[in-house]
């Protein structure tokens, strides 16, 4: 069974496709924002600093490792894409058969060895002992439901290669649903249900994605979504499909490894200044990740369709439909900026009340981290200005007031970006965030923070001006049109 509602590969509906496209995917990229606020809050109010610190160690081991394995999704967007924009639906419906396999896998290799594998990885951290024994019990419990959550990622990714962003939202709105319903019921305690702590946050999160993976497949399977995916071109591997599927997806992987390494040096960088910085840096990426959904949106629709134009043989359309995915980009975020710039105090406010749990919960007490000097470059209070010890919201509005300048460059980045993959210029895009990670940003960042002495002010500066030469970097490659020959 096909389906080709909503994409029509032409000039006159490239609007209209990227709409389709990129508001499920917002809402999507809504979602999950919202339900990690709202699991945020109830373990803190039910378990306090002990449950959030758990859950914030055994997620920092469950989570990269999940996305790494998943980000092999993007060679199944990209091959599927590539195949649908052709009308070779046989094949494209083949293709996401075998990258369901891998992801069955990839799915049972995690619930296999997450009883010991993850424990292992969660001992690099040191904790006090109650912590170690909640997020041992949090790793343990959420390995379980591997299977399921890639099995939902990868199934997600194959209806995205088929123009389909609708189902993948409502299969999240489901989950997450379900997942705040089952955390109050187990971290609380309901009726007969005992309150079960960290214990329940896990066991609640696993059982959404067990209803997730399953209506991924039921959808996948049945017939309900654009092409119906057959079991026995799932079940059989062709050696043939799945190399062509990790050629794009294998960079993508990589790339994620890149940033998931990465978070863990920045954030190893940022704990050096105090736990206001800290504090103030936490809350600060939580509202500037308010300003991703509608890049995250965009990017998709530009993956989606930059992968479909080139099937169809439309090599123009497919650099129409990235630019102006950007163009659309950059208007939203830049909306998001002007936001950020006036209201840049009260959004802080909206995450952290001075002198209550949210400053406590990284440990008591304040340090400095804007450090004052002798040298040269510490005497420029305009750029770098000291902050009142102790106080988390003045110095976050100062750096939501400089998320806000990075809007523009972040729309490009994500859009141009996206649109590369849809091409399966995943290669390219690995060694972009290489260089301008680590040969940029982390090296910047250790000398505003440790040799300029700069603190988390001159931290954020220097991390906009990466963002400003990543975007450059990915608008010149996507402009080169080098892509367009190339063979997925």
Known sequence: MVRRENIVLDAPHLNGNIVRLALPAVGEMLLHTLVGVIDTIMIGQALGKEGVA????????????LFLLTSVGVGSTAVVARLWGQRNYDDARFIGGQSM???????????????????????????????????????????????????????????????????????TLIANILNIALNYALIYGLGPIEPMGVRGAALGTALSMTVAGIAT???????????????????????SA?????????????????????????????????????????????????????????AIASTTLVGQYLGAGEP????????????????????????????AEDLVGVFIKEGASGVKLLGEGAAPFVHTGEGWFEKIPALFP?????????IGAVLITIAALEQPALAVMMTMMGGLRGAGDTRWTLALAAITFWGLRIPLALLAVFVFKWGIIGYWSVAVFGFYVRAGLAYWRFSGGKWKLLKV
């Not at 758990?54 to 490792?65: F, H, I, R």
């Not at 993508?252 to 940022?270: C, D, N, P, T």
């Open 316 to 343: 123009e359309l497919a650099e129409r439909a990235g630019r102006r995915s950007a163009f659309y980009a950059m208007i939203l975020m830049g909306v998001m900026g002007v936001v950020f710039a006036l209201f």
């Open 101 to 171: 396999l891998i992801a069955g896998g990839f799915g049972l290799f995690i619930t296999a060895t997450s009883v010991f594998l993850l424990p292992v990885l969660l001992s690099i951290y040191h904790a006090e002992p109650g912590v170690m024994t909640n997020a041992n019990a949090y790793v343990r419990i959420l390995g379980l439901a591997g299977l399921p959550w890639v099995i939902t990622m990868v199934g997600s990714a194959v209806m995205r290669g088929f123009g389909d962003n609708v189902r993948p939202l409502i299969i």
């Open 54 to 65: 758990a859950v914030a160690l055994g997620g920092g081991v469950v989570w990269p490792l």
């Open 386 to 394: 000291p902050a009142p010890l102790g106080r988390v919201v003045p």
């Open 242 to 298: 799945i190399r062509r599927i990790f050629h794009v997806g294998t960079p993508a992987m990589l790339e994620q490894g890149v940033f998931r390494i990465g978070h863990i040096v920045s954030v190893w960088i940022v704990s050096q200044l105090g736990t206001v910085a800290l504090a103030a840096n936490m809350v600060c990426m939580h509202v500037e990740s308010l300003s991703f959904m509608p890049g995250w949106g965009l």
């Open 217 to 239: 497949l039921v959808i996948l399977y049945a017939g309900f979504s654009k092409a119906r995916l057959r079991v026995s071109e799932t079940v059989r591997p062709d050696w």
